[in-house]
């Protein structure tokens, strides 16, 4: 396509140019025929005439030649049939003889004419063949030019198209983390950009199905719980001593199977929760989460709060009034707060009290759960298998340590102002101004406060069970 554009301009052009300098040897033909007539018009001497023939050219070949000037005869190129002619027709006559062009002026001495010959070569006549020669290089330039252009506009396009492919295999292999650099021609950047909002949308949709999960998964906690609490409250399942009837025996025999079904349902919803928080918690790790503690903690407590009223818990919340920011997502901190009060409800007894406290300060953001139960006996050594990859065997304390340490942050175990044992999660302040402050120190100064605070005398408010 470039070529035959280049061809469809220069070839008229050079013949335009071919055009033109036939016009300008024809004229400086008539130009030096001039220079003759006119010496003719003055003076018919011979040597007057042979001044001017000399002056009109340096060429010999092309010096004009005059016809009946005297009866000798002159070596010319036109034949006497164009000479009578050019003598009869009395105006200038352009003939083509063998080797260019002829040009014939007649002038008319006394009572004979003469004839003023101007030969103009062929050569002359076509032009000067370097500017065919300019013409063909520029039109290699432009046909050069033009694939240069075509082959960066078609790399563009090719380039765009195979990035725009390759993300797109690598979303249909479960890469939802890749994007493409819209670029290309505008369609083709039109389309990497829908592609990174369907990108964008299907990342959000499958995050929101996975905290949907997890959020149904701490749901059903709360209601298991209390199923279990009640099936540990009713009578033995031991079969091996004594002598029971068949009636007794199935009894027993039905209490057991409870109990083992709803420990294997709890199985199963820990595993759901696991898997679910790992799926949310790699696709967070692309961007940074965030939740507001105190909303997190009042969502929670009130599931735990039903509970706790059905055990005739005294419980209370302190702190969770203000926003209070968290560099950890929200699901992973609901899941935290889970595990370590539904240990304060599996290892203590009816009754027992319990206390959620929420604070900031020295650039982390502190959340407590104290209980009044037996407390932890051996708090290194629960917080080393809590860390374990078990499951949700022993103080399930792994859930709370791993999304304290995604936040900066710590987990420890104290003994509480209530007596039993204190939990706290240390996470770190995202508005808090950077300083050289250690964690541990903080937990200690909240450990002194809270002993400190033991002979206050606060009264907890018993929550007692609705009629009904």
């Known amino acids: ?74 070596a010319g190129r036109a034949d006497d049939a164009q000479l009578a002619r050019a003598r009869a027709e009395r105006h200038s006559l352009v003939v083509n003889v063998d080797g260019g062009m002829l040009r014939l002026d007649p002038v008319l001495l006394g009572e004979q004419t003469a004839v003023v010959e101007v030969f103009v070569p062929d050569a002359v006549l076509d032009g000067d063949r370097d500017s065919w020669l300019l013409l063909a290089g520029v039109a290699v330039a432009l046909v050069g030019a033009a694939v240069l252009v075509v082959d960066r506009v078609a790399a563009r396009t090719v380039e765009a198209t195979r990035g725009l ?21 505008r369609e083709l950047a039109e389309a990497g950009h829908a592609f990174n909002r369907m990108a964008e949308r299907l ?52 209490i057991r199977r409870i109990r083992q079904a709803i420990v294997t349902l709890e199985g199963e919803i820990d ?33 735990w709060a039903a509970l706790a009223g059905d055990q005739n818990r005294p ?18 901190l609901a899941a935290a707060l889970d595990a370590v ?14 206390e959620v406290a929420v604070s900031r300060r020295d650039g982390y953001v502190a959340i407590r759960i104290d209980d009044a139960g037996p407390g932890i006996a051996n708090p290194d050594r629960a917080l080393r298998r809590g860390a374990s990859d078990q499951g949700s065997t022993g103080l399930g304390l792994d859930i709370a340590k791993r999304v304290a340490l995604q936040a900066n942050g710590s987990v420890s175990i104290d003994r509480a102002r209530m007596g039993g044992a204190s ?19 903080l937990v200690g100064r909240m450990a002194r406060e809270g002993r400190e605070s033991k002979s206050s005398g606060r009264r907890w408010p018993r929550q007692r069970p609705s009629d009904g």
Not at 318 to 327: H, V, Y
Not at 341 to 354: C, D, E, K, L
């Open 1 to 74: 396509m470039g070529t035959l554009l280049a061809a469809a301009f220069l070839i008229p052009l050079g013949l335009t140019l071919d055009d033109r300098a036939r016009e300008e040897a024809i004229a400086d033909a008539a130009r030096r025929s001039a220079l003759v007539t006119g010496a003719l018009a003055v003076s018919t001497d011979p040597e007057v005439v042979a001044r001017a023939v000399e002056a009109s050219g340096e060429d010999p070949a092309t010096r004009p030649v005059v016809h009946g000037l005297t009866d000798a005869a002159v």
């Open 165 to 185: 492919v390759t993300a797109t295999l690598a979303v249909a292999d479960g890469d939802l983390g890749v994007r493409v650099q819209p670029n290309g021609p």
């Open 203 to 254: 990342v959000a949709a499958r995050t929101e199905e996975r905290e949907l999960v997890a959020d149904l998964s701490h749901r059903l906690r709360t209601p298991l719980t209390v199923l279990r609490l009640d099936a540990e409250a009713l009578e033995s399942d031991d079969t091996s001593v004594g002598s029971f009837s068949q009636a007794e025996l199935d009894y027993r025999r039905g």
């Open 271 to 303: 595993t759901l929760i696991k898997t679910t928080r790992k799926a949310v918690t790699t696709e967070a790790a692309a961007g940074p989460a965030a939740c507001d503690v105190s909303e997190v903690v009042r969502d929670r407590m009130v599931f």
């Open 315 to 332: 419980h209370r919340v302190s702190g969770a009034q203000l926003r209070i920011p968290a560099p950890v997502a929200r699901a992973e």
């Open 341 to 354: 009060i539904g240990n304060v409800f599996r290892y203590t007894p009816q009754g027992t009290a319990f």
């Open 423 to 441: 939990v706290v999660m240390l996470l770190a302040d995202p508005e808090a101004t950077p300083r050289q402050v250690s964690r541990f120190g």
